[in-house]
């Protein structure tokens, strides 16, 4: 392979990248050795099984990853805004809106949302950590370095094209020679392992690990949703596991799936991608979902409206999600039968979520709102996405979708339904419990400015797009004729674009700025909070309760608070706590599998042979692992909660 | 209570890997529909027909569900606390495993000297890779079970090595099943249609 | 002890899962190479087979139900049969306007 062929080429902002990339690894570096702090992060961050720091490890990655994607539409933003403009060829275009899809929907909004469900979920459940906690870690190296193999594609090899649906045949070895859609296949497929793990460990540490008296009908709605959530993941995820793995027999070994001659089916990865990708998009909503459930509960001062009807609704998601897929391609030609059907689930699909909707309208009637950040995110929320979801039942219609497909008309209503639904939301979760992650509180000045510019921002830049789509623009084109009348609303999107990055900077310099002047949150309740989560220190100390706390009915904190003025622990009632101990084999393990995923990618088998050979050297120490964790005495957890209460 | 059962991190495990069944079903269920769509589509290559026979599949279905049982009497010995019969079964379970292999990988090269290899049609592609990852799953499953009655050898019976013992049961039973479906849909389906 | 408290003396239910695995695989072979119904009788009857040998296999080979976890664990493999039919059948379903 020639070095102009492994590296990407000819491209000054490219050369300006891998410039920046190695001055970052080097800054890295440089301050790590300063300030000594090598061992500090092997020990507290690369090793750690701990769920609470793990779940920052994600949130880092996906506000970098949100930086990256968030970049990548800038770029197409920029491309459209005028016709006939040459800022991007259309080779690069193509990559953009395929990375930016792909890192916004895998690498961003997984992350943040598994990111808040890790350090959430044990703590509202009242438990010490999730069923599996090596798992867990292993789970998110194997995110991470999946992240990373797809991330470097830029500069090493090049991009994939092919956009996040990555159709056959143009992501097949015809038209996509080069490495670009391998590793497509391999970084999702490496990441998607993981996930599929996380789905396994939530959904033994809810059933099985909740506090006394916690029964499923009193557990926290956000819970509730990660819950079925999980079950999405777990039977949703293998779906593309196997799509990939086809892809990348038919890109690698020269397969015939999804070829177009001796008998293989271009339109049947269509098919299987869809299966995995629709509960994909309830994977990524639901929890948000439930941090709206939070969120609003705990800011209008009131119990959740119509706790049964929420648990129903998601419940009725769960499969539902399983047989509405076909509406992502109603145009393939299925014919009418098929195409009625789908039509028929997809649009059943939309009354839980209106359900939903009302009871969170009906948990704001009458209660006594505090409009905080998260609660402003929380009720844009409302209005948004009810744009997206109606139009998503106008695509519903199969015989109107024939119009509607993969025009403007559609990156609008995902856009709507993504941003307005996960974005929002985990702008929502961070500003909630951010106190529970660090132990201050995101300044609120900045946040409610970092709301405005982006939440209208938004709006400017999307919904001119439902009116592009209707004059007749298609997705994924990298220009456009000045004469169509399309210009006006694109210089309006970009516009909007323009201000989301400017909140993005805000949202940046107000994590910075309270890290430095923050206001402390001292008492590890500075919402006046109704769930467990509440009840321990900010942030919380490693095994989170030092006494498993006793439930008595839903919002089971704010009746502690009301019965017995807080959770209350007795020293006489303190015992050892076991837990589990740090293990540097996840990481390694992960390198193996990114060494691997590289030798494939390039198809150098010898390579992803020394990668695979690792990874099973991994799978072979950890059978015999004999390390089950240590005690930590009385005295110690006596000490660490007086230190923790210290100020409160 | 069984010993494999008794302590809170067993019941988590073993509960763990049955979902991780589930999303197994998952992942060849997403292997059997690729195929079902696909196996009829044989281009310029053999059809099902033509390549099967009865005779191997019958072996290898034998040799696969008799190792399934003498799985469970594995586990049966194991309850009744007797370490020697429970390392037997666990070898014959082990060696009709190996056997299964040896006849699917001598199935696979004949294919391929036939000129019937995974590239050469929509069909070929689908069933080397639907049976082939249930070969390799059956192959792991043999290296786990030896690095368990390594365990079992050295450690003894505690709850641990129990649970161990029960979960690589539970795939390796799991494995079986899936057979069933293997046998059925691709096989005798090949040959009837 | 079997988990549920029954004392097993004998392997029985074993070999009684053993037994009828090998009944519905000579069967279903018989049904597909010599009975001579029409295809799509048999494809329904082998299928069948399946999923009772399967069954069989769960609750008799792996104890699908024994254990305080065991509703959730037959749950979960009625659930996930269930999402393999909709994968399986809703392939075939819509895939069939290509074939």
């Known amino acids: 392979m020639k070095w102009s062929e492994f590296f990407v080429t000819g491209e000054p902002l490219i050369y300006a990248a891998d410039v920046a990339i190695v001055l970052t690894i080097i800054g890295i570096v440089f301050v790590l050795t300063y300030f000594k702090k090598w061992k500090w992060l092997w020990n507290e961050w690369l090793t750690t099984v701990d769920h609470k720091k793990i779940g920052v490890m994600y949130i880092i990655c996906a506000v970098l990853m949100l930086f990256r994607g968030g970049v990548d539409a800038l770029l197409m933003r920029a491309q459209l805004t005028a016709p006939n403009m040459k800022f991007l060829d259309a080779q690069h275009y193509n990559e953009i809106f395929t990375t930016h899809g792909t890192i916004m929907i895998l690498f961003m909004a997984m992350p943040f949302i598994i990111g808040l469900m890790n350090i959430v979920v044990p703590l509202q459940i009242g438990a010490r950590d999730v069923a599996f906690p090596y798992l867990n870690a292993l789970s998110f190296w194997l995110f991470f370095f999946g992240a990373m193999l797809f991330n470097i594609s830029f500069v090493i090899g090049g991009s994939p094209d092919a956009g996040w649906t990555a159709y056959f045949p143009l992501a097949g070895n015809e038209f996509s020679h080069g490495v670009g859609n391998n590793y497509y296949a391999v970084a999702l497929q490496i990441s998607g392992i993981g996930t599929l793990m996380t789905g396994i460990n939530f959904l033994v540490t809810i059933l099985k690990m909740r506090a006394p008296g916690m029964t499923l009908m009193r557990m926290p709605m956000f819970t509730w949703t990660i819950l079925i959530t999980c079950v999405l993941i777990i039977f949703a995820f293998p779906v593309l596991t196997v799509a990939l793995a086809l892809m990348t027999f038919d890109r690698l070994f020269d397969t015939q799936f999804f070829t177009m001659a001796n008998g293989g089916m271009s339109m049947l990865w269509a098919n299987l991608f869809w299966i995995w990708g629709h509960p994909e998009v309830y994977i990524v909503i639901l929890p948000a979902f439930g941090i709206f459930s939070e969120v609003v509960s705990t800011f209008a001062q009131k119990r959740l409206f119509g706790y049964k009807a929420m648990v129903g609704s998601i419940v009725g998601i769960a499969f539902l999600s399983f047989i509405v897929w076909v509406h992502h391609f109603f145009t393939m030609g299925a014919g009418p039968a098929v195409n009625s059907a789908f039509s028929i689930t997809t649009m059943a699909i939309a009354i839980p979520t209106g359900v939903k909707i009302f009871n969170w309208l009906f948990t704001l009637r009458k209660g006594k709102i505090r409009f905080t950040t998260a609660m402003l995110w929380s009720l844009a929320f409302i209005p948004n996405f009810v744009i997206g979801g109606v139009t998503g039942v106008m695509l519903a219609m199969a015989a109107a979708d024939y119009q509607y497909h993969n025009s403007y008309f559609l990156i609008a209503h995902f856009h709507y339904v993504l941003i307005a639904g996960t974005v929002f939301a985990c702008f929502a979760g961070l500003h909630y419990w951010y106190p529970k992650m660090f132990g201050h509180i995101l300044n609120e000045r900045l946040g409610k400015w970092t709301f405005w510019l982006f939440m209208i921002g938004f709006n400017i830049c999307f919904f001119p797009m439902y009116f592009l789509g209707l004059m007749g623009m298609t997705r994924r084109m990298y220009t456009y004729s000045a004469g169509l009348g399309w210009t006006p609303l694109n210089v309006v999107a970009t516009v909007g674009a323009v201000l989301m990055g400017i909140g993005f900077i805000v949202l940046c310099y107000n994590i910075y700025y309270s890290a430095r002047y923050g206001e402390r949150d001292m008492t590890g309740d500075p919402w006046n909070g109704r769930t467990l989560e509440w009840a321990t220190a900010s942030p919380p100390v490693h095994y989170n309760f030092p006494v498993t706390p006793v439930v008595e009915d839903v919002d089971a904190y704010w009746v502690m608070k009301k019965k017995y003025g807080g959770f209350h622990v007795k020293e006489e009632d303190l015992k050892p706590i076991h837990m589990p101990s740090n293990s540097g084999r996840p990481f390694w393990m992960s390198v193996a599998f990114f060494v691997a995923g590289f030798g494939l990618v390039f198809k150098w088998f010898a390579l992803a042979i020394v990668g695979a050979l690792f990874i099973v050297i991994g799978l072979i120490l950890r059978s015999f692992e004999d390390d089950d964790g240590y005690h930590i005495p009385v005295d110690e957890i006596k000490r660490m909660e007086r230190a923790a209460r210290k100020g409160a | 209570m069984p010993l494999e059962y008794r302590t809170q991190e067993s019941r988590l495990n073993i509960l763990g890997f049955w979902i991780f069944l589930g999303a197994e079903v998952a992942l060849f269920a997403t292997l059997f529909a690729t195929y079902l769509v696909l196996f009829q589509r044989t281009g310029s290559g053999p059809t099902a027909a033509e390549l099967f026979e009865v005779k191997d599949v019958l072996i290898e279905t034998l040799l696969l569900l008799t190792s399934s049982f003498t799985c469970g009497l594995a586990i049966f010995e194991m309850r009744r606390g007797r370490m020697s019969g429970l390392i037997a079964w666990l070898l014959v379970t082990l060696l009709l495993g190996v056997g299964f292999i040896t006849v699917e990988i001598r199935e696979f090269i004949h294919y391929v000297h036939e000129g019937a290899t995974m590239q050469t049609s929509a069909f070929l592609s689908s069933f080397f890779v639907l049976v082939g990852t249930h070969g390799a799953h059956v192959s792991v499953g043999i290296g786990w079970m030896i690095l368990i009655i390594i365990q079992l050898l050295q450690r003894g019976f505690t709850p641990k090595t129990a649970r161990k013992v029960f979960i690589v049961s539970l795939y390796w039973h799991f494995l079986d099943v899936v057979w069933i479906f293997i046998f059925t849909l691709v096989y005798l389906l090949g040959m009837v249609i | ?99």
């Open chain 3, 1 to 99: 002890m079997g988990a549920n408290g029954h004392y097993e003396s004998f392997p029985w239910k074993h070999i009684i899962g053993f037994l009828l695995s090998l009944v519905l695989t000579f069967a279903a072979l018989w049904v597909a190479l010599s009975s001579g119904l029409p295809l799509k009788a048999v494809i329904v009857i082998i299928v069948l087979f399946a999923i009772i040998q399967a069954s069989l296999q769960l609750f008799l080979f792996m104890h699908v139900n024994e254990s305080d976890s065991g509703k959730v664990q037959t749950f979960n493999m009625v659930y996930s049969f269930f999402i393999a039919v909709v994968v399986v059948a809703g392939s075939i379903w819509v895939m069939q306007f290509v074939l």
